[in-house]
C-alpha cells in the first residue's frame, strides 16, 4: 500500500544482481491499473497524463531522451551509436505508447544478466480480481509482495504527503475542513477488501505478505524473506545506505484531536485484517503518541 515504504523496498530488491527495473529506473510502472480501468477511457489518460507525478515523470523522460539525442549527435562509433539509438527507442516507446500492451510492458525491462523484472507499483493493490488475472497472466514465474502499515500510521503519513504534494494550506483550515480531509484520507485507505480480493485470487505460494514495522524493526530479514520468496539468495548489496529510509511524511503539524480522529477511524482497518486471518504486530493496537 502507498506510504508503507515501498520506496524503500523497491530500493533494496532493485540493487539484486537479477532484477532489472523498468528503464533500468522506473519504480512504478502503473501499467496494471491502467489496464484494469480500460485505456479506452480518454478520460482517465487525460487524468494520468495531467497528474502531477505523472506529468513530472514523463517530463523527466523527455530530458532524458534529449540527452540521448545530443549524445547521438556526437557519438563516435558506431557501438555507441546503436546502444543509445537504443535507448532513445525505448525512452520513446515508454511516453509515446504508455500502456499499449503486455508487449509494451514486457518491452520496458531491459535485456541483460537479471531475470527478474521488478515494478514496485502501490496501485496495484486496488486491482479489481480481472486486474490481479491479468497482472498474473504476463509471466508463469511471478511473485507478489504485498506491503502493509500499521493503518494510523500510514494514514497520518498520506495525510501529511497529500497536503504537501498538493500545496495546500492544511492549518488555515477550519475544523470541519480539516476533519472531512482526515475521514476522506482514512477513507481512501481502507483496504480490507482490496487485500482480500488479493488474498483470494493471488495463490498463496506466489504472495508474500509484509508488515512494514517488521520490515524496518529487521530490514535485512525481510528482504531475505521477500527474495526467498522467488528462490533467490540474499546478497549484501541489498542493504547499502539502508539506514536511511527515503521518501518520508513532510512534518506537517496534525493536531491532537485529529490525530485521535484518524486512530478512531483507522480502528476497523486493524481489526479487518485480522479477520482475515493475518497477524499484524501489536504495535498496531497501541495509542501512539501524541494522540
Known sequence: MPRSGTTWL????????????????????????????????ARRFSNLATSNRHAKRFARLEWHAARIENSLAMA????????????????????????????WYADQFAPGP??????????YHKLSTSGLTRMMSVATGRRFV????????RAL???????????????????GQQS??????????????HIARICHTIPPEELCIVFSETMFAEPEKAVTKILGSAGLEFEPACMERAEAAPNPSPPIAVPPELRRLIFDETRPMAEGVRALGLNPPQSWDEIPEGV
Open 180 to 193: 472531512g480531509f482526515c475521514r476522506d484520507v482514512v477513507a481512501d485507505g481502507y483496504a480490507i477488501p
Open 10 to 41: 523497491h530500493q533494496r530488491l532493485s540493487r539484486h544482481s537479477r532484477m532489472v527495473c523498468a528503464l533500468d529506473r522506473i519504480k512504478e510502472v502503473h501499467y496494471f491499473d491502467w489496464v484494469d480501468i480500460g485505456p479506452s477511457d
Open 114 to 123: 537479471g531475470d527478474w523484472c521488478l515494478d514496485t507499483t502501490p496501485a
Open 146 to 153: 504485498l506491503l502493509l502499515r500499521d493503518p494510523y500510521r
Open 157 to 175: 503519513s498520506g495525510l501529511q504527503h497529500r497536503v504537501a504534494r498538493h500545496g495546500l494550506e492544511f492549518a488555515d483550515w477550519d475544523a
Open 76 to 103: 563516435p562509433g558506431a557501438g555507441q551509436r546503436e546502444r543509445l539509438l537504443e535507448q532513445l527507442r525505448r525512452v520513446r516507446n515508454f511516453i509515446d505508447r504508455f500502456g499499449e500492451s503486455d508487449a
